[in-house]
């Protein structure tokens, strides 16, 4: 999966909804000072910038395998430790964070058990591991309206929905198989409006994610028809999209000795 797009890019066609998600994802962590926290697959910054307004630089770090994303991460949140890496091994020692989070990431790890069981290591016993996923299963996900749109003229689109953490109770069953301890799911809703039709299609044609390498394989035509069919999906104009994720919070068991 490509996020090797620049960070306005992905502003532009996910951190419309992911900025108001991680508010959601905070309101249930409440991380609070002297706590220091992990941001795993932090993108452009959607969690790591306000978790940085609260806990302050010194107490964030941040992770992201898209070299893109950490150079204007680190342009974002001076200060911040911003590391080149994946969920899958954590450069940190053991322990040394109370809250390891990570937003929309855990259906794009290739061993999302062992990303979430690195969270847990790198992780206080006792401190919070957290995660959330659209729902692109139910189809719940800010794209759903886009891969209905595509299964409608391609029954081979594929849709998100078989990723993992993506459809109802999976993400639990990988944090219970990672190992972590009082696993808690519940699901996040935001509402995002958009102004018109054309803006809101734009940015699927930004090459982001598993859209933008869908969207890139089609040829004029049938990019177009995509389009069409996603206009009178959407119908006229201003409206809003409602998006829910899966999100999920746990405890970090004892370590090992
Ligand atoms: C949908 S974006 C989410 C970014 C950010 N957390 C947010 O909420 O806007 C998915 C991110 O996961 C990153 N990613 C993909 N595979 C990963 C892995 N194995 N470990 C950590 N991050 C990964 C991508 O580079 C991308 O930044």
């Known amino acids: 999966v490509t996020f090797d797009v620049a960070a306005d890019a992905y502003q532009r066609f996910m951190g419309r909804y992911a900025d108001p998600l991680a508010q959601l994802v905070l309101g249930e962590v409440r991380p609070h000072p002297p706590q220091r926290a992990l941001d795993v697959g932090a993108g452009p910054g959607a969690l790591t910038?306000?978790?940085?307004?609260?806990?302050?630089a010194d107490a964030v770090a941040a992770i992201d395998p898209s070299a893109s994303f950490v150079d204007a991460l680190r342009e974002r949140v001076p200060g911040v430790d911003v590391r080149l890496g994946r969920a899958e091994d954590l450069p940190f020692p053991d322990g040394g964070f109370d809250l390891a989070l990570s937003q929309l990431v855990v259906h794009f790890m290739s061993d999302p058990v062992r990303g979430l069981a690195e969270m847990a290591r790198v992780t206080?016993?006792?401190?919070?591991?957290?995660?959330?996923?659209?729902?692109?299963?139910?189809?719940?996900?800010?794209?759903?309206?886009?891969?209905?749109?595509?299964r409608d003229l391609d029954p081979n689109a594929g849709d998100e929905s078989e990723l993992p953490g993506a459809r109802a109770g999976h993400l639990a069953e990988l944090f219970t198989a990672a190992g972590l301890h009082d696993v808690r799911s519940g699901e996040l809703t935001v509402a995002v409006p958009y102004d018109d039709p054309d803006t809101w299609w734009q940015p699927y044609t930004l090459g982001v994610g598993p859209v933008g390498e869908y969207v890139a394989t089609l040829d004029e035509p049938r990019r177009e028809a995509l389009r069409a069919r996603c206009m009178e999906l959407l119908g006229p104009g201003p409206g809003v999209i409602e998006a829910t994720a899966w999100f999920v919070m746990a405890t970090s068991p004892p370590q090992p000795r």
């Open 124 to 150: 206080r016993p006792g401190g919070i591991v957290a995660a959330t996923a659209w729902d692109f299963g139910g189809d719940r996900s800010p794209l759903a309206l886009f891969w209905s749109a595509a």
């Open 49 to 56: 910038a306000p978790l940085v307004a609260i806990l302050g």
